[in-house]
């Protein structure tokens, strides 16, 4: 039987009210627009600003500038995988896939854990396909972090971090990389732990430093979440973007992590497709029932043609890999020799695919101004240092630039940076 609300016969224009029952509702006050903004602001976002590297992407666009700013290849993603995500378009591949993720999709990152770390996650019960790792971070912090908990983050962080934190309603407690090399103090690492730390957030290979962490330094953090009760929430994005024979580690493969670590990766910089958002969350069944109930309500699942193309992705012959590295640290050599030869200060990156540098050579009071004056009239867009950073002054001589871009993006930036000197 159709039910009544579809049927013809009763349509909206059935229902008469005399128009004077509206009038007596119809109050016309007309509020200032500063009194809506306010009253309409919830706290939870009063606490943070918007992300200055997409705000970044979009003044490179204004003013026509070779964007450096936000992390993505300016060149085209893979044929296969193209293909690959045509072929399931055209297969009818275009309805919702399961929440968590279509089943091909998980398997093929199990198979691929295993290859690469030796590591077993059982699709049905520890895999969460979401919308690229930034999704999966916020469902793994939803899911575990309640008010009022602290959150361990190393500083300068990749910026979503923060809002993260906030949105969840958690204090951040910032631990300094210290440059050159990024170290971090243990006594100060130690010292921001409590019972009150729910969790640290771990990225390594690192955004937008280039560290990359050691065994021994992530033995000393996996052993500070075992005292403290705490987990480490990962996100290893640059996974396969190394240099100079660093070697990425997994914390949760270390002893006594495996239960007590969220994993949080995507396709965005492995297989340059930033714009599909296609990521993953691995985790012990317990967190990930828990991450799986946030993940369904925020956006029921990532894109199922390009989960489909995931499973191609997922399967690459381990060359692709090498060949990934390779290519990213002959154009790491190029941007540093570039940056350097025109008077930048690098900090040479170790991985991932970000150089961040000093600029006090060039005498700009501060990192905003020297982008703005980058950008305005040598038409090249960076981050400012200082959204890397939460304390005042933090970063405030440090810009970091981008290299995932085509050799001819990075010559076309060469002879801009030389019209600093
Ligand atoms: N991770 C990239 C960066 O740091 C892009 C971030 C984003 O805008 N999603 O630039």
């Given at each position: 039987m159709i039910p009544s609300y579809l049927s013809t016969d009763n349509r909206a224009g059935d229902i008469h009210l005399p128009s004077a029952h509206f009038s007596k509702y119809a109050r016309r006050v007309s509020t200032p627009a500063t009194a809506i903004r306010n009253r309409f602001r919830s706290q939870r976002i009063s606490r943070f600003t918007e992300s200055v590297i997409r705000e970044m992407t979009r003044l490179a666009v204004r003013h026509g500038a070779i964007n450096l700013a936000q992390g993505f290849p300016d060149f085209p993603a893979p044929a296969d995988l193209k293909r690959a995500a045509a072929e399931a378009i055209d297969a009818d591949i275009n309805q919702y896939a399961i929440t968590w993720g279509a089943k091909p999709f998980r398997d093929a990152i199990a198979g691929k854990y295993k290859r690469t770390y030796g590591m077993e996650f059982d699709p049905e019960r520890e895999i969460t396909v979401c919308c690229g790792a930034t999704e999966g971070m916020v469902a793994s912090l939803l899911a575990v972090v309640d008010p009022g908990d602290e959150i361990v983050l190393f500083e300068?962080?990749?910026?979503?971090y923060g809002p993260d934190s906030q949105l969840c309603g958690a204090t951040p407690r910032y631990v300094t990389l210290h440059a050159p090399d990024w170290s971090f103090d243990p006594d100060e690492l130690r010292a921001a732990f409590s019972s009150r730390t729910k969790a640290i957030i771990l990225n390594s290979?690192?955004?937008?430093?280039?560290k990359v962490f050691t065994r021994q330094e992530l033995e000393f953090i996996a052993g500070l979440c075992q005292e403290f009760d705490a987990l480490a929430i990962t996100d290893e994005i640059y996974e396969h973007i190394l240099y100079d024979g660093a070697v990425h580690i997994p914390i949760m493969s270390l002893p006594g992590m495996r239960e007590r670590s969220i994993l949080v990766n995507s396709m965005s910089k492995t297989y340059s497709v930033t714009g599909w958002r296609v990521g993953w969350v691995l985790a012990a069944p317990d967190l990930t029932d828990s991450i799986r109930k946030v993940h369904d309500f925020l956006t029921v699942g990532a894109a199922a043609p390009l989960q489909q193309a995931g499973v191609q992705a997922l399967s690459m012959a381990g060359n692709y890999y090498e060949h990934l590295s390779t290519e990213y640290a002959a154009r790491r050599d190029h941007i540093v020799e570039s940056l350097q030869s025109a008077g930048f200060k690098c900090f040479l990156p170790h991985g991932a695919y970000y150089v961040m540098t000093d600029i006090s050579e060039f005498g700009f009071p501060d990192d905003s101004s020297f982008v703005r004056h980058l950008i305005t009239n040598l038409g090249i867009a960076a981050v400012p240092g200082s959204s890397f950073y939460a304390q005042a002054g933090g970063g405030s001589q440090q810009v970091r630039f981008c290299f995932c871009k085509k050799y001819e993006t990075l010559e076309l930036a060469r002879n801009q940076f030389l019209k600093l000197k």
């Open positions: 300068p962080f990749y910026e979503n290979p690192n955004n937008p430093t280039g």
